[in-house]
């Protein structure tokens, strides 16, 4: 039997990732600010799921520590980490524009005790950035880490508003990305124009897969435009779908005008197949 083992969820930063940490004896809520180590390398996280028990073999392959709940020294020191790291991308982009570089920084991250800083960037293509990473370690007399991320990581660090009116899903409560392809655009009758379905950062909007099993589902029960039907008025054929609210607009043979039925005034004459209609 594996033993059990107190870890809690905690984020980096508001819309990060969840990881876990192995939470030893302490006692820790939702909101509490917590040292972690994990590879040998400290810092401040947010506790978002408190303690919780899972066996040895539910953990991932390597798991770090909470070392204690965060001192007002610690959080001072993160603090000025952050402050610094705006900084030190100010300075960034400066020399970036000197070197005449293609690429864009986008953030800069102090590690908690400031041996290292990341920069993180985009770009088109691969770039040569060693005359760049030699001139920024002279600055900054620490090691540096440029790491390139994607346009949509990009979104999720800068943050802005979307066609909706709301701030970016990504940048205020989606922890990771997942898969979002166009085939859901289909399937919820959306204008495929780009300009309509895609978000700030030119993918397609993460909110497309927020409903889109709810509206397989609705696929699968609901009859496919053109198919007969048997109403409680006579036989007619599907003519339109309003998949989220389960209603099937019908043209009846004796009638010009569609009329619309909820799915479940239909649902027993489809699953009887007894729908037939000529022509």
Known sequence: MSDVINVA???YHKA???DYF???DEKLLCGDKVLVEKKHLKAIANVVISNKEVTEKDLPGEIGSILHKATKEELSQDMKNRM???KALRIGKQKVDEYRIDMRLVDAEYTFERDKII???TADKRIDFRELVKEL???FKARIELRQIGIRDQAKIIGGIGPCGRQLCCSTFLGEFVPVSIKMAKDQGLSLNPSKISGLCGRLMCCLNYENEEYVQAKRELPD???AVMTPEGKGRVVGLNLLSRVVKVRLKSQQVPVEYDYEELKE???AGDAHVDG
């Open 9 to 11: 969820g905690v984020r």
């Open 16 to 18: 990060g990732p969840i």
């Open 22 to 24: 192995l939470a030893g």
């Open 84 to 86: 610094d790291a705006q």
């Open 119 to 121: 920069f993180r960037f």
């Open 137 to 139: 370690a002279s600055v």
């Open 225 to 227: 435009y053109g198919k």
């Open 269 to 271: 004459t489809l699953k």
